[in-house]
């Protein structure tokens, strides 16, 4: 199995940007599709974007779509979620899950998943 771990949370202010990482422990992240995923406060967990295990298609919503870019570097076994643009209703904590099957925007098709980073976007 896999342990993500996330990293790159912090306070920045609108318009700014954030590079989040979410590194694996145990199996490589390539034989996984990874999600990022966030939860705001007294909101529902919500997909963010996602990179599928075989040839790196990537999905995202439609809420940043344009802001945010998700990409792997298997050679350090870590996904990346930059993002770009961000706004006020940006800030959650964002988590990184693995997982194999099923439709990738589902949180509940993720076995794997990490603590979370907040992250915190200043008007």
């Known amino acids: 199995q896999v342990q993500p771990v996330e990293s790159g949370g912090g306070l920045v202010q609108a318009g700014g940007s954030l590079r989040l990482s979410c590194a694996a422990s145990?199996?490589?992240?390539?034989?996984?599709?990874v999600g990022w995923f966030r939860q705001a406060p007294g909101k529902a967990r919500e997909f963010v974007a996602a990179i599928r295990r075989s040839a790196d298609v990537t999905y995202y919503a439609d809420s940043v779509k344009g802001r945010f870019t998700i990409s792997r570097d298997n050679a350090k076994n870590t996904v990346y979620l930059q993002m770009g643009s961000l706004k006020p209703e940006d800030t959650a904590v964002y988590h990184c899950a693995a997982g194999v099957t099923g439709e990738i925007s589902r949180y509940n098709n993720y076995a794997y998943w990490g603590q979370g980073t907040q992250v915190t976007v200043s008007s």
């Open positions: 145990g199996r490589t992240f390539s034989s996984y599709n």
